[in-house]
């Protein structure tokens, strides 16, 4: 068992936060007796957001500690208002030495008339210095063009101070009304086991080079087990008292056999993992304390236990979302649906071309197949049209065919405009240059999508990189995601499943959305359409 440090042993180093962010945050220094409800009132802002800026911070935290807080919340403070050391003084009427009252001018009037008005239909922001159109879209998730739409003085740049629309209210309530709030009760106590196939025996006489540079596997689950852990600490720190037992799963299941026959599985209150299919099942036939299965597996659709919770969507899901996203969007323009001859893509193809076409506003399906392998350029400009909207599908995953129609695709006249989209971003895509997906707009469902530049990103890769040496990996993130979720839902002192009623959440790059009873099992159906902007970026476009 020595060598099991192998699995947990990286680096520390310190991380300064960057610039960027400090424009955006500031530090603020905690008073003696300050609890964070108080700071947050003082700062005219819900706890709730408080806390999300600082998940590991008490509700009563200890003098001087020091927090970070939106630079736009702390603008309403004048100066005298806040002490030297970072500190928020005390309530007092705003007035100079000579106790005068601060005088408003009629432009200053004028300007907080204006927010007020604005505020009651749209969601605002005032530009500050360092703020771009890349930072704003990706900070708030809409276009530039969206943006340019609702403020058209936009289109000459953007000024200093100026007061610009995000998005009218109601498409940001629409989507809060439906969230999960994350509520944790005072004093909760949650024992919680992870399942996972470390092979600690098996790789105890290697080395680390050994053990990391062979298998895939041991970094995968070291990874996702380091992302457990950063979640457990964030939790503990909030006041949850967490107790998790880890269990070698080995590589066979005659080891998770032997756990359930001496182990009391279901004194706890969530168990997170196995890691394979065949162990989840057996597992739920034997316990019934709730299995959360942490990744995507082909064989999840035959889970039939209520017990078992699916954390990843069954991919048949992506195309009803994508299917969903054209009827509501695409009101009229040319659709065309290209499949690689097969029999599968075949049947696809027939089943969405029948599915669009019963929607009222769409006329236009066409589907093309390719020949010999791949897609001509003739077969594109045969039915494309110009001047007008033009959406290809590509319901086809075969590597030649999907390169040899995104080059057809990136040569088209000026006249002809396209923008390309497929249920699934798969391997095939990945080998495709970026330049050329962000050229036709490139558009696919997703079960992961992370704004780098947001706060709950960037404190989830500063702490993990922190404790570890090394950037979260896909797979580290998906431990915290994972974890912390459920973990925070148990938080609220309900039961895991009942928590399921109250609402969709977003962690790092994951939606988990379980409200649909349809399913014996619980099954999450978060999904983002994802779309590529010239720049390269990606924004979520649902």
């Known amino acids: 068992m020595k060598h099991l440090k192998f699995f947990i042993f990286l680096c520390i180093l310190t991380f300064t936060v960057s610039c960027g962010q400090q424009k ?9 007796g300050e609890t964070i409800t108080e700071i947050a009132k003082k700062l005219d802002m819900s706890a709730r957001d408080l806390y999300r800026l600082n998940p590991d911070v008490d509700k009563e935290p200890k003098e001087n500690t020091v927090i970070i807080i939106p630079n736009k919340k702390i603008k309403t403070l004048k100066g005298g208002d806040v002490n030297k050391d970072g500190s928020i003084k005390k309530d007092k009427t705003n007035s100079d030495t000579n106790g005068k009252t601060d005088v408003i001018t009629d432009k200053e009037r004028q300007r907080n008339e204006l927010i007020e008005e604005l505020e009651k239909e749209y969601k605002i922001h005032e530009v500050k210095k360092g703020d771009t159109f890349y930072s704003l879209t990706r900070f708030y998730d809409v276009s530039r063009e969206d943006l340019i739409a609702l403020n058209p003085e936009l289109s000459e740049g953007l000024k200093l101070q100026q007061i610009i629309k995000i998005k009218k209210l109601e498409e940001i309530f629409d989507e809060e009304e439906y969230l999960y709030e994350d509520e944790i009760e005072e004093g909760i106590s949650i024992k919680a086991a992870l399942l996972l196939p470390f092979r600690a025996k098996e790789l105890d006489s290697l080395t680390r080079t050994q053990i990391f540079g ?15 852990q950063i979640a457990v600490d964030s939790l503990r720190k909030q006041g949850v008292n967490i107790r998790l037992d880890v269990y070698d799963t080995d590589s066979n299941s005659t080891k998770i056999k032997s756990i359930v026959a001496e182990k009391d599985l279901d004194d706890n209150d969530v168990i997170i993992g196995p890691l394979y299919s065949e162990e989840a099942e057996f597992l739920a036939e034997k316990i019934k304390t709730p299995i959360v299965f942490p990744f995507y597996s082909k064989k999840q659709s035959r889970f039939t236990s209520k017990r078992i919770v699916k954390t990843a969507p069954n991919k048949e899901l992506f195309r009803g979302k994508l299917l969903e996203y054209i009827k509501e969007n695409f009101h009229d323009g040319n659709i065309i649906l290209v499949g690689d ?8 193809s027939r089943q969405i071309q029948k599915e669009l076409e019963t929607h009222d506003s769409i006329n236009s399906v066409t589907v093309i197949r390719s020949q010999k392998g791949y897609i001509k350029r003739e077969k594109f400009t045969d039915v494309l049209k110009p001047n007008m909207r033009n959406l290809v599908v590509l319901t086809t995953d075969d590597n030649v065919i999907v390169a040899s129609a995104i080059n057809s695709l990136i040569s088209l006249p000026e006249d002809v405009t396209v923008r390309v989209f497929t249920f699934d971003k798969v391997s095939a895509f990945n080998k495709i240059d970026n330049f050329k997906l ?11 999508f ?8 960037k404190n989830f890769n500063n702490r993990y990189l922190q404790q570890n040496g090394v950037l979260p990996s896909y797979y580290a993130t998906r431990g915290f995601d994972v974890a912390y979720d459920v973990l925070v839902r148990l938080a609220s002192g309900k039961r895991l499943k009942s928590t399921f009623d109250d609402g969709y959440s977003y962690r790092v790059e994951s939606k988990f959305d379980y409200t649909n009873k349809m399913f014996k099992t619980s099954e999450n159906k978060g999904l983002f359409i994802v779309k590529y902007n010239p720049d390269l970026t990606l924004t979520r476009i649902d």
Request: glycine share 6%; hydrophobic share 35%; proline share 0%.
């Open 341 to 348: 001859g097969k029999a599968a893509s075949n049947l696809n």
């Open 214 to 228: 062979s298998s895939k596997l041991a970094n995968i689950v070291t990874e996702f087990y380091l992302g457990v």
């Open 438 to 448: 962000a050229k036709i707009g490139f558009t696919y469902v997703s079960d992961e």
């Open 450 to 457: 992370v704004r780098e530049d947001s706060f709950k990103s």
């Open 24 to 32: 955006k945050y500031i530090q603020y220094k905690v008073k003696k």
